[in-house]
């Protein structure tokens, strides 16, 4: 339903940081709640962190926490992850996702940026 541009994602080494940002077409940003997912070369597409509509509520996969933080900001339809102590495991392209009612399940969200690619060296 909104379209939704990533970026921020490039070659860091394993211990640093990085901060996606994805934002969302015309002022209605509000009205969803955002997830992030990751998808490395032959694996399934697997959740990382979802917030609600208002931000109060906040889902981490096991493997994040502790580690990255989702935010949003409504007023400029962005929805941020920042990704510190990162791994080489967490090398993946990351796509955020817009949903009407917060979720974890990937087949929940009805619309799909096209995603960033992050790169964690040894």
């Known amino acids: 339903q909104v379209q939704l541009v990533e970026s921020g994602g490039g070659l860091v080494q394993a211990g640093g940081s990085l901060r996606l940002s994805c934002v969302a077409s015309?002022?209605?940003?509000?009205?969803?709640?955002l997830g992030w997912f990751r998808q490395a070369p032959g694996k399934e597409r697997e959740f990382v962190a979802a917030?609600?509509?208002?931000?109060?509520?906040?889902y981490y996969a096991d493997s994040v926490k502790g580690r990255f933080t989702i935010s949003r900001d409504n007023a400029k339809n962005t929805v941020y992850l920042q990704m510190n102590s990162l791994k080489p495991e967490d090398t993946a392209h990351y796509l955020c996702?817009?949903?009407?009612?917060?979720?974890?399940?990937?087949?929940?969200?009805?619309?799909w940026g096209q995603g960033t690619q992050v790169t964690v060296s040894s």
């Open positions: 996702a817009a949903s009407r009612v917060i979720e974890t399940m990937a087949n929940s969200f009805n619309s």
């Open positions: 015309g002022r209605t940003l509000s009205r969803y709640a």
């Open positions: 917030i609600s509509r208002s931000g109060i509520t906040t």
